[in-house]
């Protein structure tokens, strides 16, 4: 018989977070069947990806082995791990197993795209299995800044595999399930072969804080705060949402919340069991009736996302609500590295309304949904495994991770994107490289990173566009002078005229000069003008434009 294997290939989210998509095998060498562990999205910014909607993994491998695919097994309702799959569902083809709060989102997302709630099967956890090939999973319940987050338990022939998911060690968590360190040891005590486990916050060296601490801070600040008080938070945290909520209703405070996500999320943990007695709330029309005292908002854009309801305050108005001098605006959130600039922002539109703007950098209103160092030791001496795969990090975190392992003598590798790992052995090897990258949801299409669709938008936001239009005639002559149009240049440059007359007169010269040979060529015709336009503009301004050529014969 063949010899089998197991092997594990992230395609997103290890060297990043976000975008978390991991794919296991076990089968002979270019056989194995295969499942996928969440398939999530990660946001554009307008430096590096203008006008991109989401940025998708490269699932092209996996599509090119969908015969090999046995299902998608989603850990949690996080954007970053589930938002892909109404956008990847018909290529892929499979079954979706989640826990009951994750189904509920993951079915939302298939309707946007017509597939019906079949797709998704719920599963309850541990020690409920589901078969798929040649593994047996299991969703074990851990905790983390979402309902129902769930670690999966990967039994093959080859051994038995804990991927974390994202996690926290928190006994308090207030919604959702807390860590249940006896049920973890249970779990690992026939022997875990490998641990693939979150690296987030490696460099932290304090334990994490639990949920539960933060209670009496936030209803202190709500009860002294006069005016109205608004808060924003991740609003898949729902236990933060409730905790929000709860100071606001016992300061005699109206609860309402703004935002779409918002909203779905609350209504998914009420549909689903999982969060119960939130306080009661009031719809924005009522909000604007009552005095500002008797008033809380909670609100979405934490991130400073331009469309969320956070931000639209901050421009001045939404459904009716105005913040006015005396409010107060809390970020019960950490910025994301990358989002600094829209929050501050946000904040400094707040501050020039008079409004008290409060965030986390006391560490009062915030704890986070990951592991800290200490608690991912902890999490290494509970489960023992053979080896550590560190995912879900920066390529600093996988590394710092691997070393932890290591220290205590447990085998570590850093695998990042696209590094098919063979977990057969006493150590993971390096099996092969897989091409994998990024791809692009531009409007209602999916494009590939290397397309150039984004290359060349970046090239005209940075240099701007130069449209230049020639008519010839029958005999191949040019009729009348080109005409130019200019966007994103300025209007004059260096020569004291409009900077469209000079560019106009300098390929009307390289027209007159241009012989039989050119004219007749259009690829030739279009090199010159092209040429001509960019050297003329950077002369005149000190950019180098793209350039559109249109050459139009009369026949």
């Known amino acids: 018989m063949a010899a089998q294997r197991a092997i594990y290939l992230p395609l997103g989210g290890a060297g990043e977070i976000g975008m978390n998509a991991y794919v ?14 969440d398939l999530g999205v990660t946001f554009p910014d307008m430096d590096s990806t203008p006008g991109v909607n989401l940025i998708l993994p490269d699932i092209t491998w996996l599509k090119e082995r969908r015969d090999r695919l046995e299902a998608i097994f989603i850990t949690h309702a996080h954007e970053d791990h589930v938002g892909a799959v109404g956008h990847f569902y018909e290529q892929l083809g499979v079954p979706i197993y989640a826990r009951a709060f994750t189904s509920n989102i993951a079915r939302r997302k298939l309707e946007e795209y017509g597939i019906g709630a079949e797709a998704v099967k719920t599963v309850g956890p541990w020690p409920e299995k589901v078969k798929a090939g040649p593994f047996e999973v299991s969703f074990l319940p851990i905790s983390h800044s979402i309902p129902e987050s769930s670690a999966l338990v990967l039994d093959c022939p080859d051994g038995r595999m804990i991927h974390t998911g994202d996690f926290k060690l928190d006994q308090t968590p207030l919604v959702g399930e807390a860590f249940d360190p006896a049920l973890w040891a249970e779990v690992s005590k026939p022997g875990v072969k490998a641990l693939i486990c979150d690296s987030t916050n490696v460099f932290s060296p304090h334990a994490g804080r639990s949920e539960a601490t933060l209670g009496p801070e936030l209803e202190k600040l709500v009860s002294e705060a006069s005016g109205m008080v608004v808060a924003t938070t991740f609003a898949s945290n729902v236990a933060r949402v409730k905790t929000l909520a709860e100071a606001g209703d016992r300061a005699g405070r109206s609860i309402c919340l703004l935002g779409r996500a918002m909203r779905r999320m609350i ?96 560490g009062l209103y915030h704890v986070s949904g990951h592991a800290n160092r200490p608690d991912l030791e902890m999490m290494h001496d ?55 990258g990024r791809t692009y949801l531009d409007g209602s299409v999916q494009i590939g990173a290397m397309d150039g669709v984004v290359r060349d938008r970046i090239r005209m936001a940075l240099n701007g566009h130069v449209i230049v239009t020639v008519i010839l005639d029958e005999e191949d002559e040019p ?28 390929l009307s010269q390289f027209l007159g000069r241009a012989g039989e040979k050119t004219l007749t060529n259009d690829s030739k015709l279009e090199e010159g003008l092209r040429r001509i336009a960019r050297q003329t503009t950077n002369n005149e301004v000190g950019k180098k434009p793209e350039v559109t050529v249109v050459v139009s014969r009369l026949s």
């Open 24 to 37: 296991y095998g076990y089968g002979e060498l270019d056989k194995e069947r295969l499942i996928l562990v």
């Open 267 to 362: 209504e998914a943990s009420i549909e689903t069991g999982v969060l119960t007695n939130f306080p009661t709330v009031i719809g924005p029309e009522d909000a604007v009736q009552m005095p500002r005292e008797n008033v809380m908002l909670l609100v979405t854009g934490s991130q400073g996302e331009r469309r969320a309801a956070s931000a639209q305050l901050a421009r001045g108005k939404y459904n009716g609500l105005v913040l006015k001098e005396g409010d107060t605006f809390l970020f019960s959130s950490k910025t994301i590295p990358g989002n600094e600039r829209g929050v501050i922002r946000i904040m400094n539109q707040f501050s020039e309304m008079g409004v008290d703007v409060i965030d986390d950098s006391n």
């Open 382 to 436: 509970i489960v023992n495994p053979q080896m550590v795969i560190p995912m879900h990090g920066e390529h600093r975190h996988l590394r710092e991770h691997a070393k932890l392992a290591e220290a205590k003598g447990r085998a570590g590798i850093v695998a990042v994107n696209g590094m098919m790992l063979d977990l057969s052995g006493n150590a993971p090897t390096v099996a092969e490289y897989i091409e994998t």
């Open 479 to 506: 009729l009348g002078d080109p005409w130019c149009d200019i966007m994103g240049l300025p209007e004059q440059g260096r020569g004291n005229a409009p900077l469209v007359d000079i560019l106009e007169a300098d």
